[in-house]
């Protein structure tokens, strides 16, 4: 699993990434009320926002982790967004991406560095 | 986050491992470890327990209740003198717009009028008091006192339990109470619709009391966060977000909070700033008014969310002025200002969401019906 700075999570599988938002992510976020999740084939750039998220807080953005196509969205979300909560770095993955560019992911953290990147 | 001034219980808000942030000047918690969503339903289900110290406490006394009574209503639109010993009312300052100034708490105590204003506005609302009702009465803020709520279904049970004086108030009750060998001001209200007590009390016991009350089965210590869920749903309003110095009475829908003897043909009518403005209104209705709004699909719209009359086009009718998820309710809950035209309950309208109308419909406030002790 790697890690980026905007606490996003992606998983290889098959051949594509799975991304989420890490443990860390959840609990700042707090109860998370609605998800909303992008177009299954939608081609995104790093950084552009696919997926709406919503605390009893507050609106947030998470953001696309590099190139790529979505594949596939996580549709148990729109039904059930405390998941999120529940079991972020599991059942709670947001999308699957095909990518566009590997070199991309170099500059992502391992769980370690992660970790001492939250402090 | 040092110059925010502290309640006198910061140190426990931070030993329960409350998340602070700034409010109104005050470093306030605004979730504990239990999280808004379950703090927000342990209230509705049990007992939760708020600081709210940050809040101003007023003491204003004269010559004679009368004396203080008519003097206060020269200042807000509410029947001052006529309220009995031992009890309480909702008011609100008026300015010369017929706006409101800031809203507030009023109780009598024997001849004194005791005052529970906003923490954003107490000392615009102390200046205010003093400008217009010294020397005559003298305007006393209560510096070293605390304020605390108990509120939800077990509030009761658990302050009886320690004064069983507590159990035959009535809402809107005031009472003088010892908890736990601590004299308290006590009334029964809240900002919950639950039933519970509202309880000021020394500063320099506050909290040892608290200590004693999270003690108790079925009371936990509740954030910013929940109240506000807890106040949405209960149909509530945030000044400075849902009222402000631009809103009126009428626009606001808080007409009910006007007593008949000071609207127009009553015996004490007008002789409140703005007075013109409010009894017109009152005549002839305004030209929008604060409604609920029940968005129907799962994302919430927050405050400043626009509210349109159709789905592509159409005319902007309102906005939203506090809007979030309703744990009670289960869905998002909003309330806000539209045009009298779309202010009927079951209207249709749509709110813009990141670009995107969604359907929403007029409501009948509150959301969570109150659970008060009549």
């Not at chain 1, 709406?52 to 979505?70: F, M, N, Q, R, T």
């Not at chain 2, 808000?13 to 605004?30: C, K, N, Q, T, W």
């Not at chain 2, 909702?90 to 005791?114: P, Q, S």
């Not at chain 2, 030209?287 to 029940?294: A, E, I, P, Q, Y």
Request: net charge negative.
């Amino acid at each position: 699993m790697k890690f980026t700075e905007e606490h996003e999570w992606l998983r290889e599988e098959d051949g594509e990434m799975v991304v989420g938002i890490t443990i860390h992510a959840a609990e700042q976020l707090g109860d998370v009320v609605f998800v909303e999740l992008p177009e299954e084939g939608t081609v995104v750039s790093k950084d552009d926002e696919v997926v709406v998220i919503e605390s009893v807080k507050a609106a947030s953005d998470i953001l696309a982790p590099v190139d790529g196509e979505i594949t596939e969205v996580n549709s148990a979300l729109a039904d059930n967004p405390s998941l999120v909560n529940e079991d972020p770095q599991g059942d709670a993955w947001f999308f699957k991406m095909k990518i566009s560019d590997p070199s991309q992911l170099d500059e992502f953290m391992d769980e370690a560095g992660y970790q001492k990147f939250i402090g | 986050m040092d110059d925010l001034k502290h309640t006198a219980l910061f140190d426990l808000h931070v030993e329960l491992g409350a998340r602070m942030v700034p409010f109104a000047g005050y470093a306030m918690p605004v979730q504990y470890p239990l999280g808004v969503m379950k703090e927000h339903q342990h209230t509705r289900d049990a007992a939760g327990l708020f600081d709210v110290s940050h809040m101003g406490q007023v003491i204003l006394s004269g010559a004679s209740w009368d004396a203080v009574a008519r003097a206060f209503e020269a200042l807000v639109p509410m029947d001052v003198l006529g309220l009995e010993d031992g009890r309480q009312r909702y008011g609100f300052f008026t300015n010369d717009a017929g706006g409101i100034e800031d809203d507030l708490m009023f109780a009598r105590r024997g001849a004194d009028l005791f005052v529970v204003v906003n923490a954003a506005c107490k000392d615009a609302d102390i200046a205010r008091m003093k400008a217009a009702l010294e020397p005559d009465v003298t305007v006393t803020p209560l510096t070293d006192r605390a304020l605390i709520a108990v509120q939800g279904p077990a509030a009761a049970g658990v302050i009886a339990a320690m004064d069983s004086r507590a159990g035959n108030m009535a809402f809107m009750d005031v009472r003088d109470l010892n908890l736990d060998g601590v004299p308290v001001w006590a009334s029964r209200s809240g900002y919950t619709g639950e039933d519970g007590f509202e309880i000021s009390l020394p500063e320099d016991q506050a909290e040892a009391l608290t200590r004693t009350l999270l003690a108790q089965d079925g009371v936990a210590a509740i954030g910013l966060g929940a109240r506000d869920s807890l106040r949405l749903e209960a149909g509530l309003c945030l000044y400075g977000h849902d009222i402000d110095a631009g809103t009126t009475p009428v626009e606001g829908a808080l007409t009910w909070a006007i007593q008949k003897l000071r609207r127009a043909g009553g015996d004490r009518a007008g002789g409140f700033p703005g007075a013109d403005i409010v009894l017109g209104q009152m005549t002839d209705g305004a030209t929008r008014k604060r409604v609920g709004l029940l968005p129907e699909g799962r994302a919430p719209m927050r405050e400043g969310t626009e509210v349109f009359d159709a789905a592509e086009g159409g005319t902007l009718v309102g906005q939203v002025t506090s809007g979030g998820f309703g744990p009670t309710v289960g869905t998002p809950v909003a309330m806000g200002y539209v045009d009298a035209g779309s202010a009927k309950i079951g209207t249709s309208l749509w709110g813009e969401v990141r670009g995107k109308r969604l359907p929403l419909t007029v409501a009948k406030l509150p959301f969570v019906a109150a659970n008060f002790k009549r």
